[in-house]
């Protein structure tokens, strides 16, 4: 949104300099984005007098002027048409920079004639895009500067021009008059009452307008027009025009012109059409689909069924609300109007525009709303502009449709503003706040006024207030404390895992992922997903229309896009939630990883291998002990169907109690995400692990184990499909308070053993508590060891 200063003060009777102006709307929340002001970008030009001009010796079109400057005179080449003897013009001298050229100034030879200047046109210092020949002054003293000159007789030229950000919410601010209120209610200025206007009209208007009854709720709540005869379709008188240029705009007649001020002066999107080409009535009705319309742009727009738009018995003739069409646009031979003033369904508006990419001013305001409430005064004060620029007749106005009513009311609770915000504000202000802003108070009630649809709740006056008193005022105080000694913690255990189960990874070497939650249908089939319960109703892609049942598959689509990239040693984790359904509470929190290529880069010390399983399961071990977990865990088999069916484990606290799995990622899983394996991974569910029974928060007591330990080593001849987990798992069940660790060191298949055997060596540590273990305590624990091994295994010790 950009205005000028002088713009501002038609509505805000202030002194206030541009820099107090721009740093109290920043301070308002209307952000400064931007200040233009040509004073301060001019203020080294100065006025100088030509006493003479001679032709070049050497070129045709140009003359070598002597001019008088504050500085004496000075000899300048020039070229233009126009430099002559007895003219007053603008000279940059030498070190002065000239914006329309991005030069500065020097002393130069032109054809072998030196020039200590330049005299300049109107488009070299971007006041305009004359540039026909240098500027003439009809009067000015010489050495005078030209912002001087300028303020004193063409101030429109030094008028400084802001451009503020303007966010959703604040619809008003698209209006200057909204700028000025706020500005106001700061106490930057007094707010110049509103012009109003009062047409007297005896003629009814011979054009009707109806609203169809499946547009008025959602499509178009009023509209109103009026029909002006007899008009004169020139330029717009100077002020209006450079008003325009000012802030970006082109001026295009005066009835165009009128539209667009008003638009930016009180954010009124008005339309003209001529009604001349008008064919019988107007009406306002949504599209059947496929009307074609060449809009004030020239460009051709398709309507789709649905779309509001205004038509006359010779089709549509207006996209509402967002841009008018060209065959009833107002030219210079235009002799009669009608005005439109209405009031459009704000989706409805943005809807329509993002289908047909329109990006008006109109459809900016509309679709963000406008007042609704002014709706008639804007009809009759742009009628009344009208009149005074174009002259003409006007007819009675003609409404289809009813204003909306948004009058709300909401109690003013002053001690808010302190418990909200934190300010303290006597309540006597905080009426005198609300009541500038435009706020009606009764008793306890403040009734919003109609261009304020983003107040909304008792909270949003308190923002008006603190808004107006200014946020900068805000103190930070630090909060008493409520209770003594330690606070209680604030993380629930799983999030404490959560956090350990991160910084564990990190410290293991991996790459932490951050995933979408939602992946494609066919990823989520593969990890026992992808039903109707978990997709998406409304999925921003293809690609992402159901709920992730595990973390895996986000992990793997990374790896296949790093290693498309070349990149083909990896360790990625990441921790988040899974879904295995679609309501409420469906979820669960997993900790995954996945280790691709080898385990480092060649060095001259050791020799890079690839990564296997027992990566996986050791750094799953690592995570599941830093979260908590047990440490006698029993591995299991028979995982879900996406790891490899001989390369997998599931550590367990039982059959049913499982706290993750590890293993080989299945390659028909890696070939079907397109990644080049093999590739190990791991699960972890952090919920799965009990929390301790003690909830005393300090740790425990050291224990150390003052009695020799004792190994002995077993070999046991069983048939080749035994697995060796089996007999791990017997022998340790033999005796769980004496035996503390039980691995296999050792695995030996054919020779004497026969067809379909092998034989399998372990070690099984026996850590005493009590009393040094004699012989006869060890040769008890080898026998039963031997018996359960024998019993679940069918083998035999061997000989």
């Not at 667009?260 to 008005?270: G, H, I, K, S, V």
């Not at 070349?566 to 879904?579: P, S, T």
Request: aromatic share 4%.
């Amino acid at each position: 949104m950009k205005f000028t200063i002088s713009w501002l003060k038609e509505h805000l009777d202030t002194t206030a300099s541009v820099a107090e102006i721009a740093e109290t709307l920043t301070d308002l929340g209307l952000e400064v984005e931007d200040i233009s002001d040509p004073a301060a970008r001019l203020g080294a030009f100065t006025i100088g007098k030509v006493t003479s001009a001679e032709q070049h010796p050497d070129a045709d079109r140009l003359r070598v002027c002597q001019v008088q400057t504050d500085e004496g005179p000075l000899q300048i080449i020039c070229g233009a048409p126009n430099a002559r003897a007895g003219i007053t013009v603008v000279v940059a001298k030498p070190g002065v920079y000239v914006p329309g050229i991005d030069t500065t100034i020097g002393v130069g030879k032109i054809r072998g004639v030196e020039s200590y200047g330049m005299m300049c046109s109107e488009r070299e210092m971007e006041l305009s895009d004359e540039h026909d020949g240098i500027i003439e002054l009809p009067s000015g003293e010489v050495g005078q500067t030209y912002t001087d000159w300028l303020a004193a007789n063409d101030p429109a030229k030094v008028d400084p021009v802001i451009e503020i950000a303007i966010t959703p919410n604040r619809p008003d601010a698209l209006g200057v008059r909204g700028i000025a209120r706020d500005l106001a209610a700061r106490g930057l200025g007094t707010l110049r009452p509103a012009p109003e206007a009062h047409i007297d009209a005896d003629a009814a208007s011979p054009i009707n307008i109806t609203i169809d009854d499946d547009t008025r709720t959602d499509g178009c709540h009023v509209f109103a027009g009026r029909l002006i005869t007899g008009v004169t379709n020139g330029p717009s008188p100077k002020w209006l025009q450079e008003r325009l240029r000012a802030i970006g705009l082109r001026p295009i007649s005066a009835l165009v012109d009128i539209t667009n001020f008003f638009t930016y002066d009180r954010n009124r999107p008005l339309h003209v059409f001529d009604a001349g080409k008008v064919t019988g009535d107007l009406r306002v009705h949504r599209a059947d689909g496929g009307e074609v319309m060449t809009g004030l742009d020239d460009k051709d727009y398709t309507f789709a069924p649905g779309m509001v738009v205004i038509s006359d018995n010779a089709g549509v003739q207006s996209v509402g609300g967002i841009m008018g069409g060209l065959a009833t646009g107002c030219t210079e031979g235009t002799l009669d109007v009608f005005l439109e003033a209405a009031v459009w369904d704000t989706v409805q508006i943005a809807t329509t525009g993002r289908a047909l990419k329109i990006n008006s001013d109109a459809r900016y305001r509309n679709e963000r709303g406008i007042d609704p409430a002014f709706n008639m005064d804007a009809l009759d004060l742009a009628t009344q502009m009208i009149m005074d620029l174009c002259g003409g007749t006007p007819s009675k106005a003609v409404v289809a449709g009813e204003v909306p009513d948004v009058s709300r009311a909401y109690r003013l609770v002053p001690a808010r503003v302190q418990s909200l915000v934190g300010m303290d504000i006597p309540e006597a202000e905080q009426r005198q706040t609300l009541t500038a802003l435009g706020f009606r108070i009764e008793g306890n009630m403040a009734h919003v006024p109609s261009w304020r649809p983003d107040v909304l709740g008792e909270a949003d006056l308190v923002e008006e207030v603190a808004r107006i008193a200014s946020l900068t005022k805000l103190k930070g105080r630090p909060l008493p404390r409520t209770q003594a000694g330690v606070p209680r913690p604030i993380l629930s255990p799983l999030q404490k895992r959560e956090q350990i189960a991160r910084r564990t990874g990190a410290a293991l070497g991996y790459n932490e992922c951050v995933t979408y939650s939602f992946i494609d249908r066919a990823s989520a089939t593969l990890f026992g997903g992808g039903d109707d319960a978990t997709m998406l109703a409304n999925p921003i892609s293809s690609e992402m229309s159901h709920m992730r049942p595990a973390l895996l598959p986000g992990l793997l689509q990374a790896a296949a896009r790093n290693q498309a990239r070349g990149q083909m040693d990896l360790a990625l984790f990441e921790v988040g939630h899974a879904f295995h359904g679609g309501e409420p509470g469906e979820q669960h929190m997993q900790v995954a990883g996945l280790l691709i290529g080898r385990t480092g880069p060649k060095d001259v010390h050791s020799a890079a291998r690839a990564v296997d399983v027992f990566d996986a399961k050791a750094d799953a071990e690592a995570i599941l002990a830093a979260i908590g977990a047990p440490a006698k865990v029993q591995i299991l088999r028979d995982g879900p169907t996406w790891w490899h069916p001989g390369r997998h484990g599931m550590i367990c606290l039982g059959p049913k109690k499982v706290l993750g799995i590890f293993g080989e990622v299945h390659p028909k899983i890696l070939a079907a995400m397109d990644v080049k394996g093999p590739a190990v991974a791991f699960t972890l569910w952090p919920e799965e692990i009990p929390l301790p029974r003690n909830a005393n928060p300090n740790r425990g007591a050291l224990t150390l184990r003052d009695l020799q330990a004792v190994e002995r080593d077993f070999a046991f001849v069983v048939d080749a499909d035994v697995e060796a987990l089996t007999l791990v798992n017997a022998a340790t069940g033999a005796d769980k308070t004496l035996i503390e660790d039980v691995r296999v060191f050792d695995e030996f298949i054919g020779g004497s053993l026969g067809e379909g055997k092998k034989s399998i060596a372990v070690t099984v540590r026996l850590q005493p508590t009590n009393a040094t273990l004699k012989e006869a305590d060890i040769e008890a624990v080898s026998a039963r060891i031997v018996e359960k091994v024998t019993k679940a295994t069918g083998g035999a010790l061997r000989g």
